[in-house]
């Protein structure tokens, strides 16, 4: 079993910055790097969206509205994946949620992670 667990979330005006990180641990994560992960996050009411997704090359993937404002990058050295997220906006509000893919680039590209974490609140007011 993999473990992830998120931090860095918490309560900022618009216009504001967070990090979140997520750190990896557990049996089937073992400091193998052949995965891919993600943020996605889920706002109450909304359906959960897809936010932004690194493979084991350093390819990334961002969803439309947050190109040039978010960041994802990971450290292996680490175990850490991080999401930088600069000039947010009050509908950038939701949980977030970091993942982890061991099926291939494009499960993570579809969002869909065979491992999930248990999330961190983001909140931005106006």
């Known amino acids: 079993q993999m473990e992830l667990v998120e931090s860095g979330g918490g309560s900022v005006q618009a216009g504001g910055s967070l990090r979140l990180s997520c750190v990896a641990s557990?049996?089937?994560?073992?400091?193998?790097?052949?995965?891919?992960m993600g943020w996605f996050r889920q706002a109450p009411g909304k359906q959960r969206e897809g936010v932004a997704v690194?493979?084991?090359?350093?390819?990334?993937s961002y969803k439309d509205s947050v190109k040039g404002r978010f960041t994802i990058s990971k450290d292996n050295a680490k175990n850490t994946l991080y999401l930088q997220m600069n000039s947010l906006k009050p509908e950038d509000t939701a949980m977030y949620y970091c993942?982890?893919?061991?099926?291939?680039?494009?499960?993570?590209?579809?969002?869909?992670?065979?491992?999930r974490g248990q999330g961190t609140q983001v909140t931005i007011s106006s």
């Open positions: 993942g982890a893919s061991t099926l291939g680039w494009y499960s993570c590209l579809r969002h869909e992670f065979n491992y």
């Open positions: 690194i493979d084991s090359d350093g390819t990334t």
């Open positions: 557990g049996h089937t994560y073992n400091g193998r790097s052949d995965y891919c």
